[in-house]
């Protein structure tokens, strides 16, 4: 994360109040320069990710699950937006394009299928752009509870609406492990 640090969010929850103070101007300040690198890439950023700035927030949404297909670039993320107790968030798919190249390849869910025995929270996230040529690649930076970070390197981003997702506990870590 370039601009919502881990130790800044931290600082932020400090019992002491001037860290948390002094933390807040730091905050806003964060805030305030991503908010402009965003809208300098807003309009090249694809479809799929233009739809989630403008349609949701995924602050305080769960991770449910994590796919990475074999064959295909592709990545997906499912996760359930913050509701209200008696109706809960919506469930996402958001099915990421991978860019090609060494890294791409290397994106590894071990340290979150062992670290994780409930669905992770994400705390913020921050899209960037990375390189123009020969194609448009961004990143999408995601900050979960426990302060684990998944950047995910990609060239297209689909975000579809789910009517229904279930994730068994056992099935879940099979899917992580494989």
Same mark, same amino acid.
């Given at each position: 994360?370039? &601009?919502?640090? @881990? *130790?800044?969010?931290?600082?932020? =929850?400090?019992?002491? %109040?001037?860290?948390?103070?002094?933390?807040?101007?730091?905050?806003?300040?964060?805030?305030?320069? &991503?908010?402009?690198?965003?809208?300098?890439? =807003?309009?090249? #950023?694809?479809?799929?990710?233009?739809?989630?700035?403008?349609?949701? +927030?995924?602050?305080?949404? !769960?991770?449910?699950?994590?796919?990475?297909?074999?064959?295909?670039?592709?990545?997906? #993320?499912?996760?359930?937006? *913050?509701?209200? @107790? #008696?109706?809960?968030?919506?469930?996402?798919?958001?099915? &990421?394009?991978?860019?090609?190249?060494?890294?791409? =390849?290397?994106? +590894?869910? %071990?340290?979150?299928?062992?670290?994780?025995?409930? @669905?992770?929270?994400?705390? &913020?996230? *921050?899209? /960037?752009?990375? /390189?123009?040529? @020969?194609?448009?690649?961004?990143?999408?930076?995601?900050?979960?509870?426990?302060?684990?970070?998944? !950047?995910?390197?990609?060239?297209?981003?689909?975000?579809?609406?789910?009517?229904?997702?279930?994730?068994?506990?056992?099935?879940?870590?099979?899917?992580?492990?494989?």
């Amino acid at each position: 994360m370039k &601009y919502f640090k @881990p *130790e800044l969010l931290t600082r932020c =929850r400090s019992l002491d %109040d001037h860290v948390a103070e002094t933390a807040a101007d730091d905050w806003e300040r964060a805030v305030a320069a &991503y908010n402009a690198k965003l809208a300098s890439i =807003r309009r090249e #950023l694809p479809i799929g990710a233009r739809f989630l700035l403008d349609q949701f +927030s995924l602050h305080d949404a !769960r991770l449910f699950g994590i796919t990475l297909s074999r064959a295909k670039p592709w990545l997906s #993320l499912f996760v359930r937006l *913050e509701g209200k @107790p #008696l109706r809960p968030g919506n469930h996402w798919e958001l099915k &990421y394009i991978l860019a090609k190249g060494p890294k791409s =390849r290397q994106f +590894s869910m %071990d340290r979150l299928a062992k670290d994780s025995k409930a @669905p992770a929270r994400i705390q &913020y996230d *921050e899209f /960037a752009k990375v /390189a123009d040529f @020969p194609v448009r690649v961004f990143s999408h930076a995601l900050l979960l509870s426990g302060g684990l970070e998944l !950047r995910i390197r990609f060239v297209g981003l689909r975000v579809q609406l789910l009517q229904k997702a279930i994730f068994p506990a056992n099935e879940t870590a099979g899917l992580a492990a494989g």
